[in-house]
């Protein structure tokens, strides 16, 4: 049984604003693992993950949880890889005190549902960690599906939670 039809009709996460069969547009967050880097670490695996079916889009929640000042950080690459490599693409992910919501995804589901969240801290960040700086890094996940055009007009490539799961109502302007 899907963890779809599993829910209430009342769920927050499932949207009927135009009549139509209600649709799940995501979960709600995943811890999938806190990490401690050392100055040996390249591309580390933080945790294993599965997307929901049909999903094509991996959200995720990354907090700083070892502020310093000054502020040494810079980017990481933030990956989900298969078997079948990185499916969803990477990006580069700076760490946060109050977090921050990174997108994985290429408009389709990857081939494989489950995977490992990877990220790599970059040289800059390693060599911050070597002077006493320590790295601690929270990760959390969300699957859904990021509408691309088709289906559910109320919700177009965007990432949306409501109470009462009406998403947003989108203006198009033309400034021509």
């Given at each position: 049984?899907?963890?779809?039809?599993?829910?209430?009709?009342?769920?927050?996460?499932?949207s009927?604003?135009?009549?139509?069969?209600?649709?799940?547009?995501?979960?709600?967050?995943?811890?999938?693992?806190?990490?401690?880097?050392?100055?040996?670490?390249?591309?580390?695996?933080?945790g294993?993950?599965?997307?929901?079916?049909?999903?094509?889009?991996l959200?995720?929640?990354?907090?700083?949880?070892?502020?310093?000042?000054?502020?040494?950080?810079?980017?990481?690459?933030?990956?989900?890889?298969?078997?079948?490599?990185?499916?969803?693409?990477?990006?580069?992910?700076?760490?946060?005190?109050e977090?921050?919501?990174?997108?994985?995804?290429?408009?389709?589901?990857p081939?494989?549902?489950?995977?490992?969240?990877?990220?790599?801290?970059?040289s800059?960040?390693?060599?911050?960690?070597?002077?006493?700086?320590?790295?601690t890094?929270?990760?959390?996940?969300?699957?859904?599906?990021?509408?691309?055009?088709?289906?559910d007009?109320?919700?177009?490539n965007?990432?949306?939670?409501?109470?009462?799961?009406?998403?947003?109502?989108?203006?198009?302007?033309d400034?021509?």
């Amino acid at each position: 049984m899907s963890s779809q039809s599993q829910r209430g009709a009342d769920s927050p996460r499932r949207s009927n604003p135009t009549g139509n069969s209600p649709s799940l547009r995501f979960t709600d967050w995943s811890t999938v693992g806190e990490r401690t880097f050392t100055p040996d670490d390249l591309t580390e695996v933080v945790g294993s993950f599965v997307m929901d079916q049909d999903a094509d889009t991996l959200w995720t929640r990354i907090t700083l949880l070892s502020p310093a000042e000054p502020w040494p950080w810079s980017y990481g690459i933030l990956g989900f890889k298969t078997s079948n490599g990185y499916e969803l693409g990477s990006v580069k992910a700076y760490p946060e005190v109050e977090s921050e919501v990174f997108r994985l995804g290429v408009g389709r589901p990857p081939s494989e549902r489950s995977g490992l969240l990877t990220f790599e801290p970059r040289s800059f960040n390693l060599a911050w960690i070597r002077n006493g700086y320590p790295l601690t890094l929270k990760f959390e996940c969300a699957s859904g599906v990021t509408g691309g055009g088709s289906g559910d007009p109320v919700v177009v490539n965007s990432f949306v939670r409501s109470t009462d799961g009406s998403g947003l109502q989108l203006v198009q302007v033309d400034f021509s």
